[in-house]
């Protein structure tokens, strides 16, 4: 079987972690395995499925000897490594805002638009962690009718934020239990036991990028580059796994019957629906999984065409690793990248 | 000045402790104080103002003797000591869902619809703590342009459920940072670090009780019994304080710059909207004050019409226990209760 040489840029992150053990346990085909991270980590080791790892420095011998390279790291990195690395010849799978609205660069969540992969130009980038979990619950509901109107407000966590913040949530939750006094340094308000409106930074237009994201991401991947939607994205104390309470607007009217069918049949996500059990959704449960939790599947009282529902995924797996390693699969599947090896 | 007979029922718990500090930071003219919980506290020592009361057993006799009966408790003990106080003569205010929606019983949120209180027959009922902000918000809204849908997401506090709920979130955050199992008691699951869509009962439609409550309290509430609304009500891991995502589709479009105005003169409405100085409302923020913030105020991207915001309030005061004093007050004002001391 044909392996592949990957390069990993962000390794000691929240993501990178994740995306390494994602490639275990997937049985990714590997060549060479190099992983990168910031300059206070070159040098450190880390081990990779019981195998030593020195953290390299990115260099440009590094790129033009990957297939494939993996970036989440700052957008600035992903702006420099990921130009550099088209260029040399592998391809780059981005994490970051960096590239995602490029006409050039295909924005992929594979379930919903793998086919944009066949047009790419090196460089691949992968959804906000929000946006991810809501272009497939849209995408799987989109044969039952045309959908004219999404609100969404989301519930995420702060390991999209990264490592340090899962920290600075965690002490200072055990702060606030001591009745001791809370610095915020990550964020800038306490989020421990508190709810921030506030992700990535504001707009002139009162959105944050964040929201932006959402919106503009959706678009693209769905394909629908005038589909009216709105978010609010807030951070809350949780430490894994994005929520997001959804009200979507059909053309006609859809049963919440056949919304949960097209739901459950849809790859990549599961359908967690039973009330009565007290079953839905949450990110305690979402936490570790691939699939996307969907539930409360119902009508929306606000529009006789209208379906609410509620959704967790966990923003380091299908938000963010999981999604990237699917695209490498798929982008192998499809012939796409050539080893060097 | 005259002062009036009040009788708290429920007065240890959260909203009954919040309501007696109320009673004390308004100097609500008192001639008599009488406190009644359940069973199990009677007898029980309270210093309220710096005076002892003991907690007695809600008879005949204490209601016969009171102007006001405030009551926080079950529904079941609202339902029995509301009518009982109504046909002793007592005005009872009542922060329950038993008497909500009876066509008889004034649903009011002072400066919303105080016009309300005149048609009284011995029962007040108080809105749901997560309704009161919303209304007030819509109210302020609704003279820029006649309201034609709304969708609203909360971000909603553990103390909205009690005390034990409180206990529960801070000792299982704790399990969870000692890395202890945690046993959910009082919520069907862990809150700690998560996040339930799941407030109050389900209902077959698959909504929450809790969600139908803010649509048909709203319309109560606003006049309006057929206003569009959607509602998907979350549990946090905050103590005190409900947060709310609120969309609204206006008849013409309204500009967020007369939005503010609006909502800046509107009494109990505190704007805190300065996303540049990242300055927008939190629940640690509207924890202990009166007003209702809203911020994040913005053109819903999804509607040529909407309007977004966000808005934090104390579930417990307006929410709750000031919601029911500024009723006692405007009753008092309007001539509504004769004192019989």
């Given at each position: 079987m044909t392996g592949y040489n990957i390069a990993v840029v962000g390794a000691t992150g929240a993501v990178g972690q994740v995306f390494l053990s994602m490639l275990a346990e997937r049985q990714f085909p590997i060549n060479s395995l190099r992983l990168c991270a910031s300059q206070r980590s070159i040098g450190r080791n880390l081990v990779v499925n019981g195998r030593d790892h020195t953290v390299e420095l990115v260099t440009d011998e590094l790129l033009a000897a990957s297939d494939f390279v993996f970036i989440s790291a700052t957008t600035d990195v992903s702006r420099d490594v990921g130009r550099r690395a088209a260029d040399l010849g592998a391809v780059a799978i981005d994490d970051?805002?960096?590239?995602?609205?490029?006409?050039?660069v295909p924005l992929v969540v594979p379930e919903v638009?793998?086919?944009?992969?066949?047009?790419?130009?090196g460089i691949v980038a992968i959804p906000n962690c929000s946006t991810t979990p809501l272009a497939m619950v849209l995408h799987a509901l989109s044969g039952l009718s045309r959908i004219q109107r999404v609100v969404v407000d989301t519930y995420q966590s702060v390991s999209g934020t990264g490592s340090a913040a899962v920290q600075e949530l965690l002490e200072q939750s055990g702060q606030v239990l001591a009745g001791a006094t809370v610095e915020p340094a990550v964020y800038p308000h306490q989020i421990a036991f508190n709810a921030l409106p506030h992700i990535d930074d504001f707009r002139q237009d009162g959105y944050t990028k964040e929201e932006r994201k959402m919106i503009d991401e959706t678009r693209k991947i769905l394909h629908m580059p005038d589909l009216p939607l709105s978010a609010t994205c807030v951070r809350v104390p949780v430490t894994v796994g994005h929520s997001e309470a959804v009200h979507i607007e059909f053309a006609e009217p859809v049963d919440p019957v056949d919304a949960r069918s097209a739901l459950a049949d849809y790859p990549g996500v599961q359908l967690v629906d039973d009330p009565a059990g007290r079953r839905y959704p949450m990110p305690i449960e979402a936490e570790g999984e691939d699939d996307v939790l969907v539930g409360?599947?119902?009508?929306?009282?606000?529009?006789?065409?209208g379906l609410a529902l509620w959704l967790s995924s966990d923003n380091l797996r299908k938000g963010a690793a999981l999604n990237a390693t699917q695209i490498a699969e798929e982008m192998v599947r499809r012939h796409l990248v050539n080893p060097r090896s």
């Amino acid at each position: 079987m044909t392996g592949y040489n990957i390069a990993v840029v962000g390794a000691t992150g929240a993501v990178g972690q994740v995306f390494l053990s994602m490639l275990a346990e997937r049985q990714f085909p590997i060549n060479s395995l190099r992983l990168c991270a910031s300059q206070r980590s070159i040098g450190r080791n880390l081990v990779v499925n019981g195998r030593d790892h020195t953290v390299e420095l990115v260099t440009d011998e590094l790129l033009a000897a990957s297939d494939f390279v993996f970036i989440s790291a700052t957008t600035d990195v992903s702006r420099d490594v990921g130009r550099r690395a088209a260029d040399l010849g592998a391809v780059a799978i981005d994490d970051s805002s960096a590239f995602r609205m490029d006409s050039d660069v295909p924005l992929v969540v594979p379930e919903v638009n793998a086919a944009d992969l066949d047009g790419h130009k090196g460089i691949v980038a992968i959804p906000n962690c929000s946006t991810t979990p809501l272009a497939m619950v849209l995408h799987a509901l989109s044969g039952l009718s045309r959908i004219q109107r999404v609100v969404v407000d989301t519930y995420q966590s702060v390991s999209g934020t990264g490592s340090a913040a899962v920290q600075e949530l965690l002490e200072q939750s055990g702060q606030v239990l001591a009745g001791a006094t809370v610095e915020p340094a990550v964020y800038p308000h306490q989020i421990a036991f508190n709810a921030l409106p506030h992700i990535d930074d504001f707009r002139q237009d009162g959105y944050t990028k964040e929201e932006r994201k959402m919106i503009d991401e959706t678009r693209k991947i769905l394909h629908m580059p005038d589909l009216p939607l709105s978010a609010t994205c807030v951070r809350v104390p949780v430490t894994v796994g994005h929520s997001e309470a959804v009200h979507i607007e059909f053309a006609e009217p859809v049963d919440p019957v056949d919304a949960r069918s097209a739901l459950a049949d849809y790859p990549g996500v599961q359908l967690v629906d039973d009330p009565a059990g007290r079953r839905y959704p949450m990110p305690i449960e979402a936490e570790g999984e691939d699939d996307v939790l969907v539930g409360r599947v119902r009508a929306d009282a606000s529009h006789p065409n209208g379906l609410a529902l509620w959704l967790s995924s966990d923003n380091l797996r299908k938000g963010a690793a999981l999604n990237a390693t699917q695209i490498a699969e798929e982008m192998v599947r499809r012939h796409l990248v050539n080893p060097r090896s």
